[in-house]
């Protein structure tokens, strides 16, 4: 049976010959796995024995734990987890595997995200079959925003709309760094009770949201406050690596927006949280096509300075793009 791993701990009633957890987000699989080892070793008088398939790694050493009778306990559980994709040999052996087991053993695998044709092969349908498959992908879109909110009431933390869009709108993509901050809120706010900005200001004094404020402050036209944030991002050795990013997501939407095209339907496509709606409004109205041009432009260039080994011109491009915004005439093309 394949579930979802919020769906994960109201399947698992007994324990079932075979689990598989495969997927790329690394949070989403420590947890699942956590949660499948923690059920099966609750039934009790249980035998844990890992593997890691590595160049070491050797399937007679799995198969003689299959065959042998535990001394100590009635049921073996047997992890083995990949951590590049399954080659030829693995799938091959896992087709043999499956075969033989019995009901004095339980096997936990997990891997990287599977392709159709692999969830296709004997020993995967087998798994199918016989127990659990959670599918570990990071949730996007809609789904995200339930993942969220599902934390948010397991917190017991304000599951309001506006915070489960401030969240999305600054970390959807990073579900490892989305957890930490709501477990963080958890800290501080251990009743539940908060706000959007309580929640806003709380992120920025620990410094989580440095470089988004850099992007809004920008966009606001304060040149001067613009200037000491990338100061400040300096000074901690980060890279304007995610500011170079959003700012030109920003960009782009602002772009479409001064070609006419309808903002409610731009807002949607770069997926701009609705807080930040009259802020992409307002930098439409200031600026014009030939700035908005320059400054994409300039993002290019500050990359490529980023990274570059040395970083020595980078500061010198990040004021260019500064002077950008100060003037509407102003090009680094025409300097």
Not at 17 to 28: I, Q, R
Not at 100 to 117: G, R, S, V
Not at 212 to 233: C, F, H, K, P, S
Request: glycine share 4%; with cysteine.
């Amino acid at each position: 049976m394949k579930v979802y791993p919020e769906q994960l701990a109201g399947q698992l009633k007994q324990v079932v010959p075979a689990y598989l957890v495969c997927g790329d987000d690394s949070l989403l699989s420590q947890e699942a796995a956590q949660t499948i080892r923690q059920h099966v070793l609750a039934a009790g008088n249980v035998e844990r024995l890992s593997f890691l398939y590595d160049s070491d790694f050797q399937w007679e050493h799995i198969f003689s734990q299959v065959q042998e009778l535990s001394l100590f306990s009635p049921l073996k559980l047997l992890e083995i987890h990949f951590e590049k994709s399954l080659d030829k040999t693995a799938q091959q052996q896992l087709n043999e595997l499956s075969n033989i087991l019995h009901q004095d053993i339980c096997l936990l695998l997990m891997t990287p995200a599977l392709k159709k044709n692999q969830l296709q092969q004997n020993w995967a349908r087998w798994v199918d079959q016989y127990g659990l498959i959670v599918q570990t992908n990071t949730p996007q879109g809609q789904q995200l925003k339930r993942w969220i909110k599902n934390r948010l009431d397991g917190y017991q933390l304000c599951p309001c709309n506006e915070l489960s869009e401030l969240l999305f709108s600054y970390y959807e993509g990073n579900l490892l760094a989305l957890n930490q901050v709501i477990e963080q809120l958890h800290l501080v706010y251990p009743d539940g009770q908060t706000s959007v900005e309580q929640v806003e200001q709380t992120l920025i004094n620990s410094g989580q949201f440095t470089q988004y404020q850099l992007v809004d402050t920008l966009l606001m036209g304060d040149i001067n406050r613009a200037e000491q944030i990338a100061r400040q991002i300096n000074q901690q050795g980060d890279e304007l690596t995610l500011f170079n990013w959003l700012l030109d997501k920003d960009l782009q939407a602002i772009e479409k927006i001064k070609q006419g095209h309808p903002a409610a339907l731009i807002f949607k496509h770069y997926k701009i949280w609705n807080k930040r709606q009259p802020l992409l409004l307002k930098a439409a109205q200031n600026l014009n096509i030939s700035q908005i041009q320059s400054a994409r432009w300039q993002l290019a260039t500050l990359d490529k300075a980023i990274k570059d080994v040395h970083h020595s011109d980078s500061w010198n491009q990040f004021v260019a793009l500064l002077l950008i915004f100060l003037s509407p005439t102003w090009s680094p093309r025409s300097a």
